[in-house]
């Protein structure tokens, strides 16, 4: 990626730009400037729109087979450029590079998913009275897909793939801090013989080309990640055109962890499962409840294995935790601490750069620290009584995305996964996240589903058609 760019790669015309309007990219490890991009506005979000528009006819004539192949190549394409596209979204978001890379071959892998998956979502054939009823998975048409900084490229995909594998056409809105994955994103799926005006890339602000998109009555669905409180602000925006919505909102994810589990595996992987990203995470397992009868044990080993997480350079190879986003980021995840003694506290660089240490805290489920998504390098560390205090206090909250349970007790394990009120858990695991599984959450953290065959049934429509055998 060069130093400069426009506001979309190569699929929208700089008549879409809003000269008069750009956006500074910031290195939040350096606070030094890496892009300098003009932004699109409500012009330029209808000019996408109507490019997406012209495109759907000939897009979703495209055969099953020759589709897969087009996605199957974007795949590859990604793989071919893995370490550029890594080294981009690791100096735009401030990722440890290894983290990146990780990231990089996921999308790979998503892609590839949805190559597979093109001609195996399909419809039925239903004997009734008097002939026989058909039916059929239809694309919905133009869909927007309004992806959050924190995961840039990787959202993405899981939206442009199934968006694209049903047929749809796209316009995505990277967020504003972190857009340049994306546009080399969509310079690679050019490059694969996507045609144009199937995905657009656009850049401009949540509040202008984000509410257009929501608010356009050519887009058919908006899928959004983001906070709870926007994502309010999608589905107010999208009722006045009756659009379908995918909503994956924020978290407070509990990692429980009883007395009989393995202390030493769980406190190992307790940090990782918070501070990954910098806690900058949506599952991230921000309430590390605890059994009392292990509780001093496991704080012990939590704060031993919370010392080592290595926090510094994104660039260096043995980095596990950059940056925090922005200034005003890091404002806000200080002020859920400040005045607080905590368990611990670690070091983090001086100097230039948006950093915050990692930091555990002891706190009742009461605790802003604890009822709020701080999105941050922060843990609350809660003890609980037994197994039916551990899913009150683990459901004792409005969010509902992620968690973990740690026990050995497989009976056990089954009771509190099917009790806890969240859309994705792990035992004796912090993984949330597979290609092929559903993701998604309860109650305030959203609905619908990304990844596996279920984010195909948000991407599509069922249409049934009867034949008659009687004439």
Known sequence: MSDTGSAVSPLAPRSCLNPAVTLTVLDPATEEPIAELEQAGVEGADAAVARAKAALPAWRRVAPADRARLLRRLASLVEEHGEELARIESRNVGKPIAGARGEVGMVAQVFHFYAGAVDKHHGETIPVAGGVAATFREPLGVVGLIVPWNFPLNIASWKIGPALACGNTVVLKPAELTPLSALRLGELALEAGIPEGVLNVLV???????????????????????????????MRGAAATIKRVTLELGGKSANVVFADADLEAAAAAAPYAVFDNAGQDCCARSRILVERAAYDRFLDLLVEATRGVVVGDPADEATEMGPLISAAHRATVASYVDGVQPLFRGEAP?????????????AT????????????????????????????????????LSGSIWTR????????ARAVESGVLSVNSNGSVRVATPFGGFKQSGFGRELGMHALEGYSEVKSVFVSTEV
């Open 204 to 234: 401009g602000k949540g509040s202008v080309v984000g509410r257009r998109l929501i608010e356009h009555p050519d887009v058919a669905k908006i899928g959004f990640t983001g906070s709870t409180e926007v994502g309010a602000e999608v």
């Open 350 to 362: 001086e100097g230039r750069g948006y950093w915050f240490p990692c930091t555990l805290v002891e």
């Open 365 to 400: 489920n009461e605790d802003r620290v604890a009822r709020e998504e701080v999105f941050g390098p922060v843990a609350a560390v809660i003890p609980f009584a037994d197994e039916a205090d551990a899913v009150r206090i683990a459901n004792d909250t409005p969010y509902g």
């Open 409 to 416: 007790d497989g009976a056990r394990a089954l009771r509190v």
